[in-house]
């Protein structure tokens, strides 16, 4: 059976298989000489074909144009018009008119997509493909952790939940909000900004647990421009995860334009004067803090 590409495709396929998708030179040549038992000029359709410029094989890895895997001068897109894969004499492969029929068809069975084919890892980690299983396990980079090396380790003296980490430590000065929001950012982190009962429960137990304080500061402040509250990433607390106490934030006096969390009341919100030196600093990171956040100078005091 000689056929098109798209047809030895098929051809495969009603096997159970598809077109050979080849990892070395050893694959090459075996098939190579499996097509010269049947003939000394058969060629062979692999799975490999263009979309625009570039090659791929069938479980999508891209294959490069300066691969020693090409027979010299190819692939050269001859009349424009060469958009498939052949395997050819010398063990190398060509581009082809995908229409041509002298190729047969190379099947391979099964047809197994190395599952780190899609680089799962991130941070430059390392995939290893679990061939039994059909799995795979990154294995991460210094300061990248998780199954993808998609979380970066903590800082030190931070803890993590979640996909943030988290600092809270008696040792550091009770303060105004200014001050223990640059506590933070000397770490390299900056005030919490809390998105869930989850994580507000979890710095509530940190709060308590490391430093038995009753009073952090976190994240949010009035902004002075709409006289309302928003988080250091900009968000307003309106239409977020709120927890405020009861009748809170009264901004009592008119002067209340920075929120802190209250430990010993499970971790309610109040709104308090930014320069009260009672808080202690509730730090995250990473956070993406805004560009009104960074402009922002509490007040008036
Ligand atoms: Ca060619
Ligand atoms: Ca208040």
């Known amino acids: 059976m000689h056929d098109s590409w798209n047809n030895s495709r098929k051809f495969c396929q009603s096997l159970g298989a598809d077109l050979a998708v080849i990892k070395s030179f050893d694959e090459n040549k075996f098939l190579l000489d499996k097509l010269l038992k049947k003939s000394n000029r058969a060629t062979g ?11 791929y094989w069938l479980d999508d890895r891209v294959q490069g144009h300066d ?4 027979d010299p001068k190819e692939p050269n897109n001859l009349g424009g018009n060469e958009k498939c894969g052949e ?11 995908c229409d041509k029929t002298t190729p047969a068809p190379l099947c391979q069975k099964p047809f197994c997509v190395s599952p780190c084919s899609n680089l799962p890892c991130k941070g430059n980690g390392k995939c290893v493909t679990l061939y039994e299983t059909n799995d795979y396990v990154c294995v991460c980079n210094k300061g990248f952790t998780g199954k993808h090396c998609e979380m970066e380790t903590c800082p030190a003296g931070f803890v993590v939940h979640g996909e943030s980490c988290y600092y809270v430590v008696s040792t550091s ?3 105004a909000w200014i001050d223990s929001r640059r506590f933070c950012q000397n770490l390299g982190a900056d005030l919490a900004v809390i998105k869930s009962e989850d994580e507000n429960q979890f710095v509530t137990d940190l709060l308590r647990n490391t430093s038995g304080n009753h009073i952090g500061w976190i994240g949010l402040y009035r902004n002075k421009a709409d006289d309302k509250f ?11 995860y709120q927890k405020w106490d009861n009748g809170e934030p009264n901004n009592f ?12 009341n499970a971790g309610k919100w109040n ?10 600093a509730i730090c995250q990171w990473p956070i993406q803090t805004g560009k009104i956040a960074n402009a922002y100078t509490p007040g008036p005091f």
């Open 173 to 175: 000065p009770l303060s």
């Open 230 to 240: 928003h988080w250091l990433d900009d968000r307003p607390a309106e239409g977020n």
């Open 45 to 55: 359709w692999i799975g490999l074909r263009r979309t625009n410029d570039t090659f």
């Open 253 to 264: 006096q008119g002067t209340e334009n920075c929120a802190f969390l209250i430990g010993d």
């Open 271 to 280: 709104d308090g004067h930014c320069l009260n030196t009672k808080g202690l």
């Open 67 to 70: 691969s020693p895997g090409w």
């Open 87 to 97: 395997l050819r004499q010398r063990a190398q492969w060509n581009d082809l008119n």
